[in-house]
């Protein structure tokens, strides 16, 4: 039954959604529209939701919602004041349905603006069943195991990664779970908001562990300039493809819908998972991203739906449809519409607040999160000259101290 104090009013949401997860998600909104009797309308901008809502911000003419795919991006809108802070009761629901460490993403300072509904695990590596069975490959418990089971694939002939080198954020991925696992979540914390350099010790250390793998050409279909011309989707081909070329390719739990849409291999019967390989130390911490929903305005209907998608309806809904991971502890591994992806989601309620926020995101957007600049290019850099540690570092601190204004 209809709200009778929220019904006919109207909200607008602006996002980067579109095709499948446009279409699940106005599946979710339909709920709430039912629930209060409020119209929902939403658009997905894609790529350009940037540039999209910077304009309407400055036309006045924000929407009442939008959805933001980039942690650094709730500051920036915060920071013009473009934002309106999550009431207490929407607070409340995220106390009850998440751990603590998803309010404080959403968070600047000490103030609360962002609800993360659909999340991203991104401290996974998939891999081919039937080449793991060809040698009876089990997955690897640590990071040197990893590393021997990569040698033992490439001794038979199968090339045991396949590296989407072309794209700087997927090699930005490869960093931050090997910097989480070798230097610990609050050195984490510290590089991700720049309070060490990136000459750091802790960053030469995480960058001569990846080139144990980067380093060697025999252990990435290609070599380094192979991988160098290998995009995202391209990647997953590789291992999934009726001749796959590879057998192992890291990356989040979208990679599975990548292997649905594009290949004939079945998620959780040729595609399979195993955590990012844990390292001497390892708190069991995560590399997580997500979209967060934002208020433009203070009106009861628009924090009404905020807190609405922070809920286990909310979430539950879509995780039937698939495609969606989400933070919320009261979902179990049966409410997803596979075993793999629940599998994936109960890692992440797991870890509680050992989840760490991808740490690209959370940079000025020149520095984390732009092509041909940043942490992508000089990550693509080193994957093709991986002896250059010292270099690598010095030129991510220039382009760190220069995008935070230091």
């Known amino acids: 039954m209809a709200d009778p104090g929220l019904a006919g009013q109207n909200l607008e949401i602006v996002g980067p959604w579109a095709g499948d997860e446009q279409e699940a998600f106005e599946r979710v909104l339909a709920v709430f529209e039912e629930r209060t009797g409020v119209t929902v309308s939403y658009s997905g901008a894609g790529d350009d939701l940037q540039t999209l809502l910077q304009t309407r911000i400055q036309g006045g003419d924000e929407p009442d919602v939008a959805l933001i795919p980039q942690a650094g991006l709730i500051e920036h809108f915060a920071d013009e004041g473009a934002l309106v802070p999550l009431t207490d009761d929407v607070v409340d629901a995220l106390d009850e349905n998440m751990a603590g460490a998803w309010t404080e993403f959403g968070s600047v300072g000490e103030t609360p603006y962002g609800v993360y509904l659909k999340v991203a695990h991104k401290s996974l590596v998939w891999y081919n069943d039937g080449l793991f069975a060809e040698i009876g490959a089990v997955p690897p418990r640590n990071w040197n195991e990893f590393v021997e089971l990569s040698a033992d694939l490439a001794d038979t002939g199968i090339s045991p990664l396949s590296v989407a080198g072309a794209d700087g954020w997927v090699l930005t991925d490869w960093f931050e779970n090997v910097y ?216 991510l601190e220039e382009e760190a101290a220069h995008a935070h204004g230091r």
Not at 360 to 384: I, R, Y
């Open 180 to 395: 989480l696992l070798t230097a610990g979540p609050r050195m984490y914390d510290r590089l991700s908001r720049h309070r060490i350099p990136w000459t750091d010790p802790s960053v030469e250390v995480a960058l001569e562990t990846l080139a144990e793998v980067w380093g060697e050409d025999r252990l990435m279909l290609g070599g380094s300039d192979g991988a160098l011309q290998t995009d995202f989707p391209t990647s997953v081909l590789d291992v999934y493809s009726d001749d796959p070329d590879a057998a192992m390719v890291m990356g989040a739990d979208f990679i599975g819908g990548v292997v649905t849409a594009g290949t004939n291999a079945t998620v959780g019967d040729d595609a399979r998972v195993f955590p990012f390989p844990p390292m001497a130390g390892d708190e069991g911490s995560v590399v997580v991203a997500g979209d967060a929903a934002v208020a433009m305005n203070d009106g009861t209907a628009t924090m009404e739906l905020l807190r609405f998608l922070a809920t286990a309806e909310a979430a539950g809904e879509w995780a039937a449809i698939g495609g969606f991971v989400s933070p919320n502890r009261h979902l179990t591994a049966d409410d997803y519409a596979d075993p793999v992806t629940g599998q994936i989601a109960e890692q992440i309620v797991l870890a509680g607040d050992g989840v760490r926020f991808d740490l690209s995101d959370q940079q000025p957007a020149v520095f984390g999160a732009t092509v041909g600049d940043g942490m992508w290019q000089t990550l693509q850099d080193f994957l093709g000259d991986p002896s250059d540690v010292e270099g690598t570092m010095e030129r």
